[in-house]
């Protein structure tokens, strides 16, 4: 027999950050992948990608000198979506010590929680 367990209720809460990839720090995202252990050519191969880029404004028939971008990761590669999933993995950690199961899919992320039916207000 198991035991009966009290009902729980649940919010959800949904965070669809507004042009997340473009707000990755070249510097962090390069610290976060050595600390997941990533190095050598492979670490050497990713910086290029990240660096390797120049972007180019045009306004009324103007164009701007080439500037290398300091964030952002490239929208629309194969990269994109798991290099900002790297660097926004440690925010698993802090997540979790608020109490919240999440799930995250590159930029979209929803946070959970459940409680005691029985509670009428939640506290910190």
């Keep these: 027999l198991h035991a009966a367990r009290a009902p729980l209720s649940s919010v959800l809460v949904l965070l669809d950050v507004s042009a997340a990839f473009d707000t990755v720090n070249h510097q962090i995202l390069i610290s976060s992948l050595k600390e997941l252990g990533v190095s050598g050519s492979a670490l050497s191969l990713l910086s290029s990608y990240l660096d390797g880029r120049t972007y180019r404004v045009t306004w009324r028939g103007s164009v701007s000198e080439p500037c290398p971008p300091t964030t952002g990761v490239p929208q629309g590669s194969v990269l994109g979506p798991l ?13 979790r010590s608020h109490g919240f199961s999440y799930h995250s899919d590159a930029d979209d992320t929803q946070l959970i929680l459940s409680f005691p039916h029985s509670d009428l207000c939640l506290s910190d």
């Excluded at 290099?83 to 997540?95: E, H």
Aim: charged residues 0%; neutral net charge; aromatic residues 16%.
């Design 83 to 95: 290099l900002f999933s790297l660097y926004t993995n440690s925010l698993c950690a802090v997540i």
